[in-house]
């Protein structure tokens, strides 16, 4: 009896306990923190999700490194069009890049390098059918933007 005891306190399996305990903790902290820090804002959205829904117009762009590009990284454009990139501060588009319909990520070569600790917006714009951006003659679409900061 006395054996058995042993075995069961034995710094194995405590340590082996003690270490599954914890990879459960930062599993389930990272899984939260992936949920919360993701909002999805959309045109079909009457507040922000955590997760696209099919069908859905969507945009999601996180924070990122200040640079020349900006990363999208979700997008559901079922008819395609602009991302363009805003400084919110002065409201200048920096860039934009046009999408298929059916792309889900991408990147946008900024003409203009976003800077860190700058506030920044994604904003979706129908093309007019000249294929070229104008923000004066593509319309902007409500309620389809995504705002991110530089770091």
């Known amino acids: 009896m006395a054996d ?3 075995k069961l306190a034995s710094p194995h399996y405590v340590g082996g306990a003690v270490g599954l305990i914890i ?7 990272m899984l939260y923190t992936r949920r919360v820090s993701s909002p999805v804002i959309g045109a079909n959205d009457t507040e922000a999700q955590t997760s ?5 117009t969507s945009l999601v762009v996180a ?3 200040a640079g020349e590009r900006v990363v999208v990284t979700f997008m559901d454009l079922p008819q395609g069009g602009w991302i363009a990139i805003k400084e ?9 890049g046009r999408f298929p319909g059916g792309a889900t990520s991408g990147s946008i070569q900024l003409l203009r390098a976003t800077i860190a600790g700058g506030a920044y917006e994604a904003v979706v714009y129908k093309d007019d ?6 923000h004066k ?5 409500p309620g389809m933007s995504a705002s991110f900061s530089a770091q």
Not at 23 to 29: D, E, H, N, R, T
Not at 52 to 56: F, H, I, L, R
Not at 129 to 134: K, N, R
């Open 137 to 141: 003659k593509d319309t902007m679409v």
């Open 52 to 56: 696209p829904k099919a069908g859905d």
């Open 4 to 6: 058995k005891k042993k």
């Open 88 to 96: 919110v501060s002065s409201g200048r588009i920096l860039g934009a």
């Open 23 to 29: 990879i459960l903790i930062i599993a389930g902290y």
């Open 63 to 65: 924070d990122q490194a």
């Open 129 to 134: 059918g000249d294929t070229m951006f104008d």
